[in-house]
C-alpha cells in the first residue's frame, strides 16, 4: 500500500467527517488545524480500517499532519 493510496483514503474519511476537500492538505494538522476530536479520530481510524483492511489506530491526542500520518500507515502496513 502506498501513502498516495492512504492519503485517498483519509481524504474520504475526513470528508464523511464534513471537513471541506479544500481544507485537506499535506501540511494540515489533523488535531490542532481540522479539530478532530478524540471520537472523530476514533471515527477515522475505523473508517480507514474498513477502506484499507488493515488494522488503524490514530493516536487521538497527536498533532502529525496530513502527509506525517499518511506516511506512517502506509509504512505500518508495509507499502512505502
Known sequence: MTSDQVADALAGS???LGIDASAI???V???EDLEL????MVQVS????R????????QPRANDTFQDTCDALAREAGGT
Open 14 to 16: 475526513l470528508a464523511e
Open 25 to 27: 492538505h499535506p501540511d
Open 29 to 31: 494538522r489533523l488535531h
Open 37 to 40: 476530536d478524540s471520537t472523530e
Open 46 to 49: 475505523l473508517d480507514l480500517t
Open 51 to 58: 477502506r484499507l483492511g488493515v488494522r488503524v489506530r490514530l
